[in-house]
């Protein structure tokens, strides 16, 4: 089986919050490597919100999705934690966490209104902490001298890369990260564009943040 290249998941830590039938809902959401780092999450948030009706949650752990677990916390069954992580799924996001929290304000919304409430939530919590598509890439540190580097900088505007920095000494070194699917291409780009004067140097591969 190929190795996994690729899997969405949530930027950062951050939430949102909205008010239906004066039944105010907060929804988080936060990365999560592993299925203690999303029940520390929910526990704290729990804490904060101790004195609400509810804090329902979901999270997805393993690229492939090999953990998935969602509460109610008291609400109907069926009508908080699975609309919550129906819509994660939806998403395609894997290791991340949400919890939504709810203050009853006195008005019942029945199963179909608390579906769509929670299911508003989940989506409220996935944009505010924003998706990102983790993506298999190298760090690449390019040298080159500064007769070629006008040429090169002119190349890399508008290749698939995020350059990280770039340092100005005896020569220019600029830090890149590419994507492994675009890695052998770009290196026989550059040695086109700089007539194999560049120098590089593959300094690892990680997952990486690219915009979705």
């Not at 950062?12 to 907060?26: H, L, W």
């Not at 526990?43 to 690229?63: E, F, M, P, S, V």
């Not at 040298?143 to 508008?158: I, N």
Request: net charge negative; aromatic share 8%.
């Amino acid at each position: 089986m190929p190795a996994q290249l690729s899997y969405k998941t949530l930027r950062e830590e951050n939430s949102a919050e909205f008010i239906i039938n004066k039944s105010r809902f907060i929804g988080y959401g936060r990365p999560c490597e592993t299925e203690e780092e999303a029940l520390a999450f929910l526990a704290r948030i729990r804490q904060k919100h101790k004195d609400a009706t509810h804090n329902c949650y979901a999270y997805i752990i393993g690229l492939n999705s090999g953990i998935m677990r969602y509460s109610d916390d008291g609400e109907p069954g069926g009508t908080a934690g699975m609309p919550i992580i129906e819509v994660m799924k939806a998403r395609g996001v894997v290791n991340c966490a949400v919890v939504v929290t709810r203050y009853f304000g006195g008005i019942l919304l029945g199963a179909g209104g608390l579906v769509r409430a929670y299911a508003q939530g989940s989506k409220t919590a996935l944009d505010a902490a924003g998706v990102v598509v983790m993506e298999k890439s190298a760090r690449q540190l390019i040298e080159v001298d500064y007769s070629t580097w006008q040429r090169l900088e002119y190349f890399l505007r508008s290749a698939p890369v995020i350059i990280e920095h770039t340092e100005f000494g005896a020569s220019v070194v600029c830090t890149l990260m590419v994507r492994v699917r675009d890695e052998e291409t770009l290196l026989a780009d550059i040695t086109r564009v700089t007539d194999g004067k560049a120098e590089t140097l593959e300094d690892g591969t990680l997952f990486y943040p690219w915009p979705d």
